[in-house]
C-alpha cells in the first residue's frame, strides 16, 4: 500500500539487506522514525523469497553478502521493481573487497546509487525520491 508520507512524498516498503544485524536495524529504525515502512533481511534469498509474496517499493542494499556481491539479486530485484529506487552499500572499496569498476557497471545496469559505509542515515533517507 502506496501513501504520503509526512514530507509529502509516496512511499510504499523499503527493504534493507545486510548481514550486519545492527548496521541493518538503524537503518530500518532511522527510516520507521521518518514515517516510513521498512523491513530488514540478512540474506539475498531471504529478500528473494520474500519477493515472492510481497511488493517492495525501494531497496537499500549491501554490496557484500556473505561471499559474494549482490549483482546476481539485483535483476530479480529490478524484475519485480522496475522503477523503485535501489541504494547500493559499501565499505569495501579502500579494502579492496570492492571493485570500482564492477560497481560502476552495476550502478549503470541496474539504475542504482552507490554510498559508502558509513553513510549518513539522512543521506539515505534523501535519496530514496519514492514519489
Not at 557484500?64 to 546476481?72: A, F, H, S, V, Y
Amino acid at each position: 500500500m502506496v501513501r504520503e508520507a509526512p514530507d509529502g512524498r509516496r512511499v510504499g516498503t523499503l527493504v534493507v539487506v545486510d548481514d550486519d544485524d545492527d548496521l541493518a536495524a538503524s537503518i530500518v529504525q532511522f527510516l520507521r522514525e521518518k514515517g516510513l515502512d521498512a523491513i530488514s533481511y540478512r540474506t539475498g534469498e531471504n529478500l528473494l523469497a520474500a519477493l515472492e509474496t510481497s511488493r517492495f517499493d525501494g531497496f537499500i542494499l549491501d554490496w557484500m553478502l556473505g561471499d559474494g556481491t549482490i549483482r546476481e539479486l539485483l535483476t530479480e530485484v529490478r524484475a519485480k521493481a522496475p522503477s523503485g529506487p535501489i541504494i547500493i552499500l559499501t565499505g569495501q572499496i579502500e579494502a579492496g573487497g570492492a571493485q570500482e569498476d564492477d560497481l560502476a557497471a552495476t550502478i549503470s545496469a541496474y539504475r542504482a546509487q552507490l554510498y559508502e559505509k558509513p553513510t549518513r542515515m539522512l543521506s539515505l533517507f534523501n535519496a530514496l525520491e519514492l514519489g
